[in-house]
């Protein structure tokens, strides 16, 4: 059961987990635009770009209901707790399907790799199928040690390519919004954009593969760690601004969102505090081979420059921008080369948006 559920529906002229389905034809940019909608977090707010288009209010599903009430087991051991993920990562594996697993240089990915690995092993070539590792987020090096390491088949997206190019795809005006349910103030969606672009050069096919990611981790280990517990986790997950972004292919798995390992770290939590989340943990413990490895850091990153936006592309995407119906009504200047949440992203893509609205007859008009 995973607990990574996409419940915004959208509420406008009609009802749907599609917010362009719910868009009348004539619409109403919010005028000014609300601060809360560039942020990461909605603070649960439930409005949109559009007067005429919310979305609802949280409410606890079956699921979440179930589990909220549910005592869960104790866990003692961080090798049982590795055990658990891997039972899932089993339960959800789809032999008939190639893989492609969106793996960083960092502890989560490490332990997903190397569970696959002994899956494969445990069950057979047939069971394990083909598997791809993509790397897309400037990690490559940190990422090219650990397929060699381990003797696994990645891809670095763009790799070689230059700074001015690596971010073209993602930043392109005409096809920005497609890659949203919605409007999001981050420029890159890492479960669509690389994944795309690879289909389109030939590398990837979307009709018959799965995706598995370390994604939710993180989330999943703080809830814990810092005592805010599942329940705020489930009503805070349904403001964030991730519920927008689309997935390539539809095919997607998050293990660490999973119920199941969900109530482990609960379960874990209950009979031990630690002082570093269990992804760190459990790399070190059951990987120990790749401790020598360095996860490649935030500044790292911005050393690198694959998190930025290069001055040409910068240039190039100002000045669509600027000459898009929406821009020319609201002037604003980017501010920022790092690839981060942005006020001017999200305006960004509204006016990716309105272009392609407008192009398929609505009328827009600011209120």
Not at 15 to 41: A, G
Not at 169 to 191: A, D, E, H, I, L
Request: charged residues 25%.
């Amino acid at each position: 059961m995973d607990g990574y559920n996409r419940d915004v529906i959208y509420i406008g002229d009609g009802i749907s987990e599609n917010f362009y389905d719910v868009l009348p034809r004539d619409l109403t940019l919010q005028n000014p635009m609300p601060k809360h909608l560039h942020e990461s977090f909605l603070g649960y707010n439930h409005d949109t770009i559009f007067r005429e288009v919310t979305f609802n209010k949280y409410k606890h599903t079956p699921e979440t209901e179930k589990f909220l009430a549910t005592k869960h087991k104790r866990i003692y051991s961080i090798k049982e707790m590795y055990d658990i993920l891997k039972g899932v990562i089993e339960r959800k594996w789809d032999p008939t399907k190639a893989h492609v697993i969106g793996h960083s240089s960092g502890y989560d990915s490490r332990v997903i790799s190397q569970i696959i690995k002994e899956l494969g092993e445990k069950n057979g070539d047939d069971w394990l199928g083909e598997v791809i590792y993509v790397e897309t987020l400037g990690e490559k090096e940190g990422f090219k040690r650990i397929m060699k390491e381990q003797g696994l088949k990645g891809i670095v997206y763009n790799d070689g390519m230059p700074p001015e190019r690596y971010h073209d795809y993602s930043f392109n005006f005409k096809t920005f919004y497609q890659k949203f349910n919605g409007v999001v103030s981050f420029p890159v969606n890492q479960w669509y954009d690389a994944y795309r672009d690879l289909e389109e050069q030939g590398v990837l096919n979307s009709d018959n593969v799965q995706c598995f990611t370390g994604f939710g981790a993180n989330e999943t280990q703080e809830i814990a760690h810092k005592n805010k517990g599942f329940p705020y986790y489930f009503k805070w997950h349904h403001y964030i601004q991730i519920q927008r972004f689309k997935l390539w292919g539809g095919n997607w798995e998050h293990p660490f969102w999973d119920y199941e390992v969900m109530g482990a770290v609960a379960g874990f939590h209950e009979s031990k505090k630690w002082k570093v989340r269990i992804g760190e943990i459990m790399a070190d413990t059951m990987v120990p081979h790749l401790k020598h490895i360095p996860r490649q850091t935030l500044q790292s990153l911005r050393d690198n420059r694959t998190r930025y936006a290069d001055p040409k592309l910068l240039e190039r995407i100002s000045t669509d921008y600027k000459n898009s119906c929406y821009g020319k009504k609201v002037p604003i200047a980017m501010r920022s080369d790092f690839t981060t949440y942005l006020n001017w992203w999200m305006h960004y893509c509204i006016a990716s948006m309105c272009e392609h609205l407008l192009e398929n007859g609505h009328k827009i008009k600011t209120g």
